[in-house]
């Protein structure tokens, strides 16, 4: 028997099994409903406190097609259930990951969508800004839109006046999947903007 080809063939078979199963391999990205699996991972996401700072800046976008002056710029925050577990292990004192798997598996959640839009001094009334969210050329409807003044730090000698709108949309996570997530923005003094997060990427 020629043990040279033998083995040869047993290697190429093994490299094309592993192959296969990398291709096989779910790609992190955005789940709902959240495993007893995803939970955990987000649990030691969460604790993982080091990076913390970069892990929350992904589910951060700036927009700076609106902003007011130099100093307030439009934001727009996702935050997606994987998230929102993540956020309360690593502010939880004494908490496992079984606690967390309690606390998430097969409750009811949100996806919130939270925006800090300044763009013009004296703006009018909340509400008066148009969102648009957007996935896979299907708008999708809040199940709850709370809005308030957007008034910027001052000092204490300093009237704040209103300069735009915050903006906190709570939605239904099942309507979402793994795809790119468009945000548009259309403020009342004709200003047009949009963002977009790719859940593809984001859990």
């Known amino acids: 028997m020629n043990f040279q080809l033998l083995n040869s ?3 190429r078979q093994l ?10 391999s779910p790609v992190s990205s955005y789940d709902f409903p959240l495993s007893s699996s995803a939970i955990r ?3 030691f996401r969460g604790i993982r406190q080091a990076d913390m700072q970069d892990f929350l800046a992904q589910y951060t976008r700036v927009v700076p097609e609106i902003q007011l002056g130099e100093s307030l710029v439009t ?14 292990a690593g502010k939880t004192l004494n908490y496992s990951a079984q606690d967390a798997v309690n606390d998430f598996y097969g409750k009811s959640a949100v996806l919130r969508l939270n925006l800090e839009i300044p763009y013009m001094a004296n703006a009018p009334e909340p509400g008066s800004v148009k969102i648009s969210v957007i996935q896979n050329r299907r708008q999708i409807s809040p199940t709850s839109d709370d809005r ?8 204490p000698y300093t009237r704040a006046i209103d300069v735009g709108e915050i903006v906190n949309m709570e939605f239904d996570p099942n309507k979402f999947d793994s795809s790119t997530l468009t945000i548009k ?4 003094d004709g200003q047009h903007a949009k963002t977009e997060f ?3 990427s984001l859990r």
């Open 75 to 88: 934001r727009a925050k996702i935050e997606t259930p994987f998230l929102q577990v993540a956020v309360h």
């Open 15 to 24: 490299v094309l099994l592993i192959v296969a199963l990398l291709l096989g």
């Open 198 to 200: 790719d859940l593809v």
């Open 185 to 188: 923005i259309d403020t009342p």
């Open 9 to 11: 063939t047993l290697l």
């Open 148 to 155: 308030s003044p957007f008034f910027p730090a001052t000092d």
């Open 41 to 43: 991972d987000a649990y």
